[in-house]
């Protein structure tokens, strides 16, 4: 896959310090670029790394190599993809249009007239289920979307067929027990460890436009964060 090459490349160029922690990578659109790519398929090979705990983001800064331990963790994620191969599948469970409630009413800008398009997926690996999402996208915002735009690439959608160009997401994490819901169809148990990720998705021109409420099994996700401060030329 096209994305597992880019992981690959810029492993390689962080190893040979070609890429370091002083500077910032180049920006998704210029990986693009360099790689015939997608910007979209640039911005999972680098997610792959932030999960890996090898670069990270700042905002309004870029994006960088992580200083300690860097070596070690690039040899970790590629003895890792030698060894253990990994199947992912996303199975959409649900997909409707409906008026918001007051919650997706704050995250989305919105009011209680504007119809959002909901949809919940499961998330497998290894054929074990361990993520369940809840998404709410706004119509007016981007409007036209079926099962279909869901279920294949909606940020291609958003930036090839709409035109729109994208911006930031936040994350809020905290932890919770499982639900009924999560009991469902996460194969987990009463007071089963949850991590809750909420993450609110903009346009570049700083509008909503995505907002998801994920679960995950605990022992099957995590994230990693640094602070990085901007130093005076």
């Known amino acids: ?116 398009y909901a949809a919940t997926f499961i998330r497998y690996r290894n054929e074990r289920p361990y993520a369940l999402e809840h998404w709410f996208i706004p119509e007016q915002v981007i409007p036209g979307i079926t099962q279909e735009t869901l279920e294949q690439d909606l940020y291609h959608y958003i930036e090839f067929e709409l035109g729109l160009k994208l911006g930031d997401t936040s994350y809020t994490i905290s932890a919770v027990v499982a639900n009924e819901v999560d009991k469902l169809h996460l194969n987990c148990t009463d007071n089963h460890p949850i991590l809750k990720v909420e993450k609110l998705s903009f346009l570049r021109t700083g509008c909503p436009f995505l907002y998801r409420i994920c679960h995950y099994q605990a022992a099957m996700k995590s994230y990693q964060f640094f602070d990085a401060i901007k130093k005076n030329k």
């Not at 199975?91 to 918001?100: D, T, Y």
């Open 1 to 116: 896959m096209k994305y597992q090459h880019i992981v690959h490349i810029v492993s390689e160029r962080i190893k040979n310090d070609e890429y370091n922690f002083q500077y910032a990578l180049p920006n998704q659109q210029e990986l693009a670029t360099e790689f015939g790519v997608s910007r979209m398929t640039v911005k999972k090979a680098l997610d792959i790394l932030k999960e890996e705990g090898v670069i990270y983001s700042s905002r309004g800064l870029g994006t960088f190599v992580v200083q300690h331990e860097k070596l070690q963790k690039i040899s970790t994620y590629q003895k890792k993809q030698q060894t253990k191969q990994f199947s992912y599948l996303k199975q959409m469970l649900s997909f409707e249009k409906k008026h918001p409630h007051q919650l997706l009413q704050q995250q989305l800008a919105i009011s209680a007239q504007q119809n959002v």
